[in-house]
């Protein structure tokens, strides 16, 4: 390696170093006061499943992604921001965060093309797969002040599993339970990156499966996906 190269490496090594234990005041400000908290919403129109480590299944979204810009998508995002009381965080923030899912779900589902024990193939198995997501309604709602203290013992083991892909903040409430008993009221402002989908049971005889999965949200757009599953190499 060239001495060139050496000073580069150096430089660019200290440069994450700093970039990673100072607040953005320190490194150049980047963190600037807004009166949003929610810096994006995305309207998904597509969906897509990933096997992540530990068995979970990560939902992905894709769509119209509205920010607080100028143009008929800055309009539709202080709109979607006036409907959700969010107009008057008045604190630094992050550039491009908190990003959420503005479709609103009433319906969450998976089904497979083989037997999973008991259950048919191509009927719910709403009763042995969980949710996992987080949401911020309930720091809006409560105008800024209340947060979710994630040190509790309550919390789902399932969230820790996930926690290479998401970083509970405080703002951030746990969505959770089986697919058959969520709740449409819980559905709203999820997270856009934190969905997951867990087994809280495995098939014993066919263990190769392909699944399809289903959110339908309250305007009746349907969002589908089909993800292959084997749970001998999870």
């Known amino acids: 390696?060239?001495?060139?190269?050496?000073?580069?490496?150096?430089?660019?090594?200290?440069?994450?170093?700093?970039?990673?234990?100072?607040?953005?005041?320190?490194?150049?400000?980047?963190?600037?006061?807004?009166?949003?908290?929610?810096?994006?919403?995305l309207e998904a129109d597509m969906l897509t499943g990933t096997v992540c480590t530990g068995g979970l299944i990560g939902l992905g979204f894709?769509?119209?992604?509205?920010?607080?810009?100028?143009?008929?998508?800055?309009?539709?995002?202080?709109?979607l921001s006036?409907?959700?009381?969010?107009?008057?965080?008045?604190?630094?923030?992050?550039?491009?965060?908190?990003?959420?899912?503005?479709?609103?779900?009433?319906?969450?589902?998976?089904?497979?093309?083989?037997?999973?024990?008991?259950?048919?193939?191509?009927?719910?198995?709403?009763?042995?797969?969980?949710?996992?997501?987080?949401?911020?309604?309930?720091?809006?709602?409560?105008?800024?002040t209340e947060e979710f203290d994630w040190s509790r013992n309550d919390v789902p083991s399932e969230y820790r599993d996930y926690a290479w892909r998401f970083w509970p903040k405080e703002e951030f409430y746990p969505v959770y339970g089986l697919l058959s008993e969520l709740r449409e009221?819980?559905?709203?402002?999820?997270?856009?990156r934190s969905p997951s989908l867990c087994f809280l049971d495995e098939p014993r005889a066919f263990r190769k499966h392909t699944f399809t999965i289903t959110l339908e949200d309250t305007t009746g757009r349907e969002l589908s996906c089909t993800v292959e599953y084997d749970f001998d190499a999870v």
């Open 82 to 144: 006036a409907f959700y009381g969010d107009t008057h965080y008045n604190k630094p923030t992050y550039p491009g965060g908190p990003n959420v899912l503005c479709n609103e779900f009433k319906k969450i589902d998976i089904v497979s093309d083989k037997d999973f024990n008991e259950i048919p193939a191509g009927q719910s198995l709403g009763n042995v797969v969980q949710f996992l997501a987080v949401s911020v309604k309930p720091f809006l709602d409560s105008g800024y």
């Open 185 to 192: 009221n819980e559905l709203k402002l999820l997270e856009r």
């Open 1 to 41: 390696m060239t001495v060139m190269k050496k000073v580069f490496y150096i430089l660019l090594f200290a440069w994450f170093g700093i970039s990673c234990t100072r607040s953005g005041s320190e490194v150049g400000g980047e963190f600037s006061e807004t009166e949003y908290y929610i810096q994006g919403y």
């Open 62 to 79: 894709s769509g119209e992604l509205y920010l607080p810009s100028r143009g008929e998508k800055g309009d539709k995002f202080r709109e």
